[in-house]
T-cell receptor, first 115, second 114 residues
Framework: AQTVTQSQPEMSVQEAETVTLSCTYD???????LFWYKQPPSRQMILVIR??????QNATENRFSVNFQKAAKSFSLKISDSQLGDTAMYFC????????????FGTGTRLTVIP | EAGVVQSPRYKIIEKKQPVAFWCNPI?????LYWYLQNLGQGPELLIR????????DSQLPKDRFSAERLKGVDSTLKIQPAELGDSAVYLC????????????FGPGTRLTVL
């Protein structure tokens, strides 16, 4: 079975500072994708960043970057220069590269950016 | 380009009543997903459609839940009768086709069963 674990239920960061959210996963498959989704109070699940497991290079999207450690099955999200609009729930998710592509989500981390 | 549209945004009903949620995916997206998100949890898949065919409904509680996607575009998820434990957010997502990895989500419907 595939599992995604987010061990930090809540985190806070000062505006303009950097914060890292942790995620570990478990799968016996070798080809898969990993995602970080953001869910603000509006409930809209918004894709933040995507990583292909067969690529060693860590994905980056503006202020967002990941530290992907495939052997350790770890996929952390770093947010630089935190902004008030980053306040939201953040979900780590996983899907297979082949076959059914259901998303498996973690339980989320609630991030609060403090002005 | 319009995103995934869901309605209603909020619904409050009494237990044992029926309820239906509607989803309109992004134009041209063949694959549609319904997810259940309980409070404090990540979403969990209920059913996945490829065009009008339900290709994975193994997690759908079929005694009270049903879904349809007529003509392979809009989809409706129904609960009859609703129970207190059904209070949750119901999310719809779509992708251009089954092999596409990135899913695009709608704003969800928050259901409260009293």
């Amino acid at each position: 079975a595939q599992t995604v674990t987010q061990s930090q239920p809540e985190m806070s960061v000062q505006e303009a500072e950097t914060v890292t959210l942790s995620c570990t996963y478990d799968t016996s498959e070798n080809n898969y994708y990993l995602f970080w989704y953001k869910q603000p109070p509006s409930r809209q699940m918004i894709l933040v960043i995507r990583q292909e497991a067969y690529k060693q290079q860590n994905a980056t999207e503006n202020r967002f970057s990941v530290n992907f450690q495939k052997a350790a099955k770890s996929f952390s999200l770093k947010i630089s220069d935190s902004q008030l609009g980053d306040t939201a729930m953040y979900f780590c998710a996983f899907t297979f590269r082949t076959g059914a592509n259901n998303l498996f989500f973690g339980t989320g981390t609630r991030l609060t950016v403090i002005p | 380009e319009a995103g995934v549209v869901q309605s209603p945004r909020y619904k409050i009903i009494e237990k044992k009543q029926p309820v239906a949620f509607w989803c309109n995916p992004i134009s041209g997206h063949n694959t549609l997903y319904w997810y259940l998100q309980n409070l404090g949890q990540g979403p969990e898949l209920l059913i996945r459609y490829e065009n009008e065919e339900a290709v994975d409904d193994s997690q759908l509680p079929k005694d009270r839940f049903s879904a349809e996607r007529l003509k392979g575009v809009d989809s409706t998820l129904k609960i009859q009768p609703a129970e207190l434990g059904d209070s949750a957010v119901y999310l719809c997502a779509s992708t251009p086709h089954l092999r596409t990895d990135t899913q695009y989500f709608g704003p969800g419907t928050r259901l409260t069963v009293l």
